[in-house]
DNA sequence: TTACATTGACTGACCAGTCAGTCATAATTG
DNA sequence: CAATTATGACTGACTGGTCAGTCAATGTAA
């Protein structure tokens, strides 16, 4: 590149008069808005086509910008796609880490993490992400990868500690099941497809089933 | 290829001797014939690739039969995709309604109709095919529809009746499992899709999965 | 020979990716 | 500060390749 000498003043410069703090020229945020704007339409186009279906044309329409703009912020179809897939990502990984939410019993923590997941993902944009990893994956090997790394093994390990601190504390009964915590995602799993596939043939109350299923590992609640 | 004019003499001469008395002419044995070829064929490309991704010309290869031959058996790509996985589905249904396997408890029958599940779909080119119609479902309303009627509904219900049976019968404690027959087959489910996605990252054993399943829904066995 | 099945070269629509040109903005100069 | 020049983000017409679907020619059974 070249010399950055007075450049950098003078932006110091707009810094301190036009905007809040951020280090940003008008052309960056503008930039930056597109590129957000681009995201967003890929995103959605890719959910309701997916990938091989989709139009960058369209992607470029519902961004409101031209094609050539595209190829300014993204290799090629496919690198986009899966850049994009990471980045969609990437935010939910804070969440499953960040929040342990310690209440008092196991099953108020499981609790509190299920309705979440179905709040956030089950019937939102996010649900249908899931739906399209899952169509997309063999066919894009490193996001079947990332996401097994990044969201499937740790979600498994973290409910895994759960079930070894319930097992412990003689909250859970059946000690196999540190084994096997995919028994504690799947009806989420379920309610996720079921939402996105059968939603108009039977709607589907997840809340009242991820109750029965927390029976069935808990053990009925006693009606108080 | 080359002449075959003695070849036709032969090949009537093998029906009539081979064949089991159905009226069908040599011209009909072979366009069924191809017909099933090149439903195979298109079956595998459409599992590998998806919808939108999968070449007519590569089905046509596979089948090895032109591409025009295809045009003789289906009307366009998206009615021979819709009539496959149709035709895929029947015979599955049968299976479903068939074999009442009358053993003595709910949970045997329950097991039985899992273990044959697992073995019949997960890992296999049926599940592949689940996840095709997961996939495709969205934009191909018409396989959704058919799916949740023919597969869907009836197998919750069946799963319902055990369910209603084990509850009388004591078996099953939880009550409201019967409204949410989902859970019974939620884990058979992700198996299905851990198969597809994962199995190369994290082995999954669906047998000790399904009886960790079963031990919570039945209470653990009682070691003999 | 007739009637039907099969073929594969061909057509036209479609679409990912390119690039020469435009123009708002940033930098420099007077 | 205004005038001038430089930059690079942005555009969209264009290209080359691909692929669903067609059909005239050819092969095969009846």
Same mark, same amino acid.
């Given at each position: 590149m070249s010399k950055p000498s007075k450049l950098s003043e003078r932006r110091v410069q707009a810094v301190k008069t036009a905007d809040?703090?951020?280090?940003?020229?008008r052309r960056a945020d503008r930039s930056a808005e597109r590129r957000a704007a681009i995201v967003q339409a890929a995103m959605d186009e890719f959910i309701a086509r997916g990938f091989a279906a989709t139009r960058l044309d369209d992607i470029a329409k519902r961004a409101g910008v031209a094609k050539g703009t595209i190829y300014l912020h993204f290799k090629d179809k496919e690198s986009m796609f899966e850049e994009l897939i990471r980045t969609a990502i990437v935010p939910f990984v804070g969440r499953l880490a960040a929040p @342990? @939410?310690?209440?008092?019993s196991v099953r108020d923590m499981v609790e509190a993490l299920a309705r979440m997941f179905l709040q956030e993902v089950a019937g939102t944009r996010r649900g249908d992400l899931v739906r399209l990893i899952i169509s997309e994956g063999p066919r894009f090997p490193a996001i079947a990868d990332f996401y097994y790394r990044e969201v499937v093994s740790r979600g498994l390990a973290a409910m895994r500690a759960l079930i070894q601190i319930g097992i412990v504390s003689g909250?859970?009964?059946? @000690?196999?099941?540190v084994q096997h915590p995919q028994l504690m995602i799947a009806p989420m799993m379920v309610a996720v497809l079921w939402k996105s596939l059968f939603e108009r043939h039977a709607p589907l109350d997840a809340e009242a089933m991820l109750q029965t299923h927390l029976d069935l590992i808990f053990g009925a609640r006693r009606p108080t």
């Open positions: 809040a703090g951020a280090a940003t020229s @342990p @939410p310690a209440g008092g909250e859970i009964r059946e @000690p196999k099941l």
